[in-house]
């Protein structure tokens, strides 16, 4: 089983729909979980941190953690073409403190 | 204020050359970080600097590769003897707060490098 793992994608999502990336992770201890938003040949940028199970909300984004399950997700509502982009899941493994990155979901926001 | 900055932005280097990518963090910020991108995957962890102690060199895949931070701001990423697996783009991000994982870390635009 990979550390972090995501749907590679492409997830398809209308504008102006909700689109929805999930993340599960291995290491049951983690504690801190991230959020890139990544362009195409560009470096990723932080979207949301998130280290509290339930959800955390910073205007169109909502990060959802449930420890007890393993997943993390990422909610975008009111979708943008400009949301088209790769997302990275990244969490800090509890046991060496380490950041694992997931492989990404593309997401391609049709208008 | 300047972002982090890398350079060179691309470098095409033959098989057994030795290369150097060079990071110019945020002014000010402590940690500073190298990864490794491969195409199509996320980011991984290749070494943490602290100032100019390096703390975590852990990620380094072999001996070829050294990171270095003399002074505490500037590091450079040297890899000896490419091979063609060292192909990725190499990404340095910077970070305020001397512990590791609490602030927002910036990254630079990245260094693709290309062994023939």
């Known amino acids: 089983q990979k550390e972090v793992e995501q749907n590679s994608g492409p997830l398809s999502v209308p504008e102006g729909a909700i689109a929805s990336l999930n993340c599960t992770y291995s290491?049951?201890?983690?504690?801190?979980f991230f959020w890139y938003r990544q362009y195409s040949g560009k470096s990723p940028e932080l979207i949301m941190s998130i280290y509290s199970n339930g959800d955390k909300e910073d205007g169109r984004f909502t990060a959802q953690l449930n420890k007890a399950s393993q997943y993390v997700s990422l909610l975008i509502r009111d979708s943008q073409p400009s949301d088209s982009a790769t997302y990275l899941c990244?969490?800090?493994?509890?046991?060496?403190?380490?950041?694992?990155f997931g492989k990404g979901t593309r997401l391609h926001i049709l208008p | 204020g300047a972002g982090v900055s890398q350079s060179p932005r691309y470098k095409v280097a033959k098989r057994g050359q030795d290369v150097a990518l060079r990071c110019d963090p945020i002014s000010g910020h402590v940690s500073l970080f190298w990864y490794q991108q491969a195409l199509g995957q996320g980011p991984e962890f290749l070494t943490y600097?602290?100032?100019?102690?390096?703390?975590?060199k852990s990620g380094l895949p072999s001996d070829r590769f050294f990171a270095e931070r003399p002074e505490g701001s500037v590091s450079t990423l040297k890899i000896q003897r490419t091979q063609q697996e060292d192909s990725a783009v190499y990404l340095c991000?910077?970070?305020?707060?001397?512990?590791?994982?609490?602030?927002?870390?910036?990254f630079g635009p990245g260094t693709r490098l290309t062994v023939l």
């Open positions: 600097f602290q100032n100019e102690a390096q703390l975590d």
């Open positions: 991000a910077s970070s305020l707060a001397a512990s590791r994982w609490v602030n927002e870390q910036f």
């Open positions: 290491d049951r201890g983690s504690q801190s």
């Open positions: 990244a969490v800090i493994a509890n046991r060496d403190d380490k950041i694992i």
